[in-house]
């Protein structure tokens, strides 16, 4: 069974950072593309950034360019996300996702920057 | 506000067909194929629709997709209850370097 399971979110004040993770399972992980995708509370979707299957390519929405860094380990089968100089505009559900003729989205981390 | 318009709202009756349009621009629907994702809210987004017109194992096949010139559309037959979600288009933006999802459109069944 496929499982893609997202953490390290939470609270942080104005400026700090974050580290988020994706551990995947079920499937060949460094096969994929992977994408970090998030959506502020009662807002739309938001794709944030994404890497190629060997961490070669990585490209990222302009309001987190200089600030996000994506990276993958596929020896560990996971994908990562640090945040830093984090904004109240961060405040959103990430999730770590794939897809094309195969699909897999995890179930979200909620990351809430507030002082 | 999105490179990508959707219609905030889209509404039908049990049975009837709808569609939900996505208009674009030449650096996004013009050069590449689109995705169609469905979201009930509190969930985890479900693709729908893959490369302009393609279906992943396991959706009903009254979900359809196309694409023309700028814009593509997503098209719901038969409508049931359970459709009414959030739906929303992605395609990859060669200007930009970046994928873009639509504003997301609100399906109600009456």
């Known amino acids: 069974e496929v499982h893609l399971v997202e953490s390290g979110g939470g609270l942080v004040q104005p400026g700090g950072s974050l580290r988020l993770s994706c551990a995947a399972s079920?499937?060949?992980?460094?096969?994929?593309?992977m994408n970090w995708v998030r959506q502020a509370p009662g807002k739309g979707l938001e794709w944030v950034a994404n890497i190629k299957e060997d961490g070669s390519m990585k490209y990222y929405v302009d309001s987190v360019k200089g600030r996000f860094t994506i990276s993958r380990d596929n020896a560990k089968n996971s994908l990562y996300l640090q945040m830093n100089s984090l904004r109240a505009d961060d405040t959103a559900v990430y999730y770590c996702?794939?897809?094309?003729?195969?699909?897999?989205w995890g179930q979200g981390t909620l990351v809430t920057v507030s002082s | 506000q999105s490179v990508l318009t959707q219609p905030p709202s889209a509404s039908g009756t049990p049975g009837q067909r709808v569609t939900i349009s996505c208009s674009g621009s030449s650096s996004n629907i013009g050069s590449n194929s689109v995705d169609w994702f469905q979201q009930v809210p509190g969930t985890a987004p479900k693709l729908l629709i893959y490369?302009?017109?393609q279906r992943p194992s396991g959706v009903p096949d009254r979900f359809s997709g196309s694409k023309s010139g700028t814009s593509a559309s997503l098209a719901i037959s038969g409508l049931q209850s359970e459709d009414g979600a959030d739906y929303y288009c992605a395609v990859r933006d060669d200007s930009l370097s970046a994928w873009v999802f639509g504003g997301g459109t609100k399906l109600t069944v009456l």
């Open positions: 490369s302009n017109n």
């Open positions: 079920g499937f060949t992980f460094s096969r994929f593309w």
């Open positions: 996702a794939t897809w094309g003729a195969t699909t897999y």
